[in-house]
């Protein structure tokens, strides 16, 4: 399995920005298909946003389409989650995930294999 460890997280302002990144070990990470999942306290952890393992298709929750962007970077085994217009409600912890499948059910957590440890997002009013 892969490793993986996120970081960029940090406190903004609401309408701020912040890219968050995930790096992972070892050399298989072009045939993962990646996730970014975030988890407020005392709600359940939610899909934010997948990237297929070529990067040709990427997919989104619907609150966030037009403000996030997934991308990768197979030659620094690194995938990226750029956030724009950040809103307070979406103060969590995010983390980042790892699909050696190449799952249909990109929005599943139980689709994933390997898990960060999360990188905490404040956003403030």
């Known amino acids: 399995q892969v490793q993986l460890v996120e970081s960029g997280g940090g406190l903004v302002q609401a309408g701020g920005s912040l890219r968050l990144s995930c790096a992972a070990s070892g050399r298989t990470f072009s045939r993962y298909q990646m996730g970014w999942f975030r988890q407020a306290p005392g709600k359940e952890r939610e899909f934010v946003a997948a990237?297929?393992?070529?990067?040709?298709?990427?997919y989104y929750a619907d609150t966030v389409k037009g403000r996030f962007t997934i991308s990768r970077d197979d030659a620094k085994n690194t995938a990226y989650l750029q956030m724009n217009s950040l809103k307070p409600e979406e103060t969590a912890v995010y983390y980042c995930?790892?699909?050696?499948?190449?799952?249909?059910?990109?929005?599943?957590?139980?689709?994933?294999?390997?898990w960060g440890q999360g990188t905490q997002v404040t956003v403030s009013s």
């Open positions: 990237i297929s393992w070529s990067g040709a298709s990427t």
């Open positions: 995930a790892a699909d050696p499948w190449g799952s249909r059910r990109y929005a599943a957590p139980e689709s994933y294999a390997s």
